[in-house]
């Protein structure tokens, strides 16, 4: 297949912005098969090492530019960035971008656009930088029976509860570090909140199951209310706690979500996922599980993605959205039963005992408590609503009984059938 | 995109030919695109649960079926694989295979068909079963510095060495459990020497670098001579020994590539990769390491990758090659030195020694002994042909001083760069 030649119009010289463009320049890395023509970017009074003839800080220098075939978007504010976004596609070129927030906001206008204008846009850097995670999901879990994802989609909050946890480093110290190390989002609460994890879980519940869902409609809870208790609890069992974001089929069909801290064993794959990396667990009927794991934020890494997306539309490259247009109905739950722990200042004890399904383990000492056991996802939910500062971590989705029977037998046809 | 309608022709009714059958029969895990015409199967005195008009044991019943646009080859003889497969091609019909020695040994002759007939020839499964490597190393990586490949290639091997290693059962009865469980190729020596992972590091080597070697041309040294002093000296140091399969490119831009056992640290990505697992790491110069972990054998996840081959058909997905065509110059090297522990029968101690380049630890008891040190590749390869019971084991590849300046001013530049 003839590589078509692109004439790229860059959005944005930030970190990501500013390595792509010493990238570009590389021979080795890209064959040559890209150049950029124009860079647009947002503050006139920073003084930045490009030739002045491509550089400009009016977006219709790019925009109105017929000669550029292809915008790569890399600003991070999600509102801006879609409008631009929307232009370059109307205008017929193809777009490559990072930024998850207006992915996950906009979806389906952009995927309308795509429709529209037949236009690519690809978006691999905004899941788990360079994890090649939205193209495996499209490509390669097509036919098979795709039972889950489940993974770390936060590299800065994964950096703090590791230097928290195996490195007992204070919180506030560990995202200074962070944002100085270029993981932190501009604006950290998005990591801290588990906001961004969620809108990745968007993204990924898209490719994954052709389900498209709001930031809003995923129950998220954060990193920031994790305390010495918990912390505890974990180490005494020989755990850790991470930022999970999880995705799964129930025997009902339906498909559920959401992001909040887990215990993970120690010899389950995302205990060993530490520092910045990101890690993803997909579960197939026929495959079992599947692990992938790569550094999941900084400027090289999300770099290489957005290379690989450059490169892919060299080669007429587009996301089908296959799963999103087939017929199978795509139902959603905002329910199920969850094991929980929930630690709480003592003095709550009764006001969160009261919406457990049933208690397993309780403690208690002059100040803090616990409880373990099972609770409703609709439960949890309102739980946080009545107090954000409660901590929540999974333990495990139950399974109902007939459930596991199922799964059971399918397991054990599947044997039959190759013996 | 309209998907295309499949008819497959399926050759080989073995554990992987069966399965797809039954699976291809559940409207949920195909969505209906593809559909069994007719098998071929090898021993017409078996009995099989096909509908007789479906069965034949007559290849020309599907290579002179023109309604036939697919065919499924699925049987374990590398020779007579590739006479279906040519005759298919020849006859325009797309082909998924999963049989890694037939692609390896008719590579050449495989690409030449694919161009002069146009027809895709996919084979996800002939490495590391369901693992999305192959597709992965041509779509992905394509345009990164991608620097080095390696991994656990071979289910069974890594099976028994976990069972042996992990819980010390006896060689013969892990790989006795290892044949029941479908996880060993049918001449379980093809596994256990190190060729079925040269097999499939050959086909790696074509998508990662763009390189083709015959399995022959790979330095391979299996699990056969691992003895008790070789796990006391991995348990001593908490590592285990691995059977790796391994290509990289070194800074005279080289490709080197063996096969061998390592030894591996605790804190590595495959030092948790036991059992039927495999796990692959590619390392580039923008994303650092990604690492896939799978199941690597057994008729499920080998089926799950045929399956998808057979999805992907239907959207008209091929190879490129990409790299295989690419103008840039591909050498390779059969030299390089390493750092590696040998152990011999203790009369063997110098002859041994004259092969090292420098020794570094030194144990002899009565019976046996080791050297750890460094050593060419090419003399390990002379000591290998001169006594193939001495036991070889990586320690680590030595990176010259120049090759270790060069990657610290690259990340340094890098960093530099997005600061």
Redesign the interface.
């Known amino acids: 297949?003839q590589r078509k030649k692109l004439v790229i119009g860059l959005f944005g010289f930030g970190?990501?912005g500013?390595?792509l463009y010493?990238?570009l320049g590389k021979e080795?890395?890209?064959?040559q098969?890209a150049t950029i023509k124009k860079i647009v970017a947002k503050n006139p009074l920073k003084k930045r090492d490009i030739a002045p003839h491509q550089l400009s800080y009016c977006k219709d220098d790019i925009l109105d530019d017929d000669e550029i075939n292809v915008v790569v978007e890399l600003t991070d504010d999600a509102d801006a960035a879609f409008q631009i976004v929307q232009a370059a596609m109307q205008k017929g070129k193809a777009v490559v971008s990072a930024n998850k927030k207006m992915v996950s906001t906009y979806f389906m206008e952009l995927y309308h656009l795509q429709q529209e204008y037949r236009v690519p846009f690809l978006y691999e850097a905004a899941c788990c930088?360079?994890?090649?995670l939205i193209?495996?999901l499209e490509?390669?879990?097509?036919?098979?029976?795709l039972q889950s994802v489940e993974g770390i989609l936060n590299g800065s909050t994964n950096y703090i509860l590791t230097k928290t946890f195996n490195e007992k480093i204070q919180f506030a110290d560990a995202l200074k570090t962070a944002q100085a190390l270029?993981y932190a989002e501009s604006d950290p609460s998005l990591d801290i909140s588990g906001k961004d994890a969620a809108y990745k879980l968007s993204i990924l519940l898209i490719h994954a199951f052709g389900i498209h869902v709001q930031q809003e409609d995923i129950f998220t809870v954060g990193i920031q209310q994790i305390n010495e208790v918990d912390n505890a609890y974990a180490l005494a069992r020989n755990q850790k706690i991470k930022l999970v974001a999880r995705a799964f089929k129930q025997l009902d069909g339906c498909v559920r979500f959401f992001v909040m801290p887990a215990f993970v064993q120690h010899d389950h794959?995302l205990y060993?996922v530490d520092d910045v990396f990101n890690g993803v667990i997909t579960r197939?009927?026929?495959?079992?599980?599947?692990?992938?794991?790569?550094?999941g934020a900084?400027?090289?890494?999300t770099?290489?993605?957005v290379?690989?997306d450059?490169?892919?539309l060299g080669?007429q490259?587009k996301y089908?959205y296959?799963k999103l247009v087939?017929a199978?109905p795509k139902n959603i739950s905002h329910d199920c039963l969850l094991q929980v722990y929930v630690s709480f200042p003592i003095a709550k004890a009764d006001f969160v005992k009261n919406y457990f399904t049933e208690i397993g383990e309780a403690f208690s000492n002059s100040e803090k408590g616990y409880f373990t056991g099972t609770i409703t996802l609709k439960n949890l939910q309102a739980l946080q609503q009545k107090d954000e500062a409660l901590s929540f971590i999974l333990m495990d989705v139950c399974i109902a009984e007939e459930e596991q029977k199922h799964e059971a037998a399918w397991q054990e046809e599947?044997v039959l059938?190759?013996e």
Chains 1, 2 share one sequence.
Do not use: Q, W
């Open positions: 297949m970190c990501v500013s390595g010493k990238v080795a890395v890209t064959g098969v930088a360079s994890l090649p193209r495996n490509e390669y879990y097509d036919t098979d029976t270029g794959y060993h197939t009927h026929l495959a079992d599980t599947h692990f992938y794991a790569g550094r900084g400027a090289l890494p770099s290489s993605a290379l690989s450059i490169a892919a080669y490259y089908e296959k087939s199978g599947a059938e190759f």
